[in-house]
């Protein structure tokens, strides 16, 4: 069951950033600065979580952070590139956003591993 709904939450969350990442939605403007570069973090340290914990039910457990931060680096990387060719701007701190946010989300679990050994 829990390999169930990891594997399904993974595939849903990257659907979504997938789907937000290349449709040119327009929301309304919110004046805080860098505030997309929160939301890819915190998108990506969401995915990172359920992509590491997906990992750890398929008995992954020594690889589960490395597999996880090269995924989503791959990924924000390649939806960088491809924004571009819809009409979205690429930008390197997107990416690194990305990255920072997956660090942390495997980073969190790595701790809590620790602590619970």
């Known amino acids: 069951m829990r390999k169930t709904f990891y594997l399904l ?9 997938v789907y937000l990442s290349l449709a040119t939605l327009s929301l309304p403007s919110v004046s805080v600065s860098n505030i997309d570069k929160l939301q890819h973090g915190f998108a990506y340290a969401v995915l990172a979580f359920f992509f590491c914990m997906s990992l750890r039910t398929w008995g992954l457990n020594r690889a589960q952070y490395i597999i996880t931060l090269l995924f989503c ?10 924004q571009s060719r819809y009409g979205r701007m690429m930008e390197f701190g997107d990416f690194a956003a990305d990255v920072i946010g997956a ?10 591993d620790q602590r619970a050994a």
Do not use: K
């Open 9 to 17: 939450a993974t595939l849903i969350i990257i659907a979504s950033i």
């Open 73 to 82: 680096a791959f990924l924000g990387g390649v939806l960088e590139i491809v």
């Open 103 to 112: 660090s942390l989300a495997c980073s969190f679990i790595f701790l809590r």
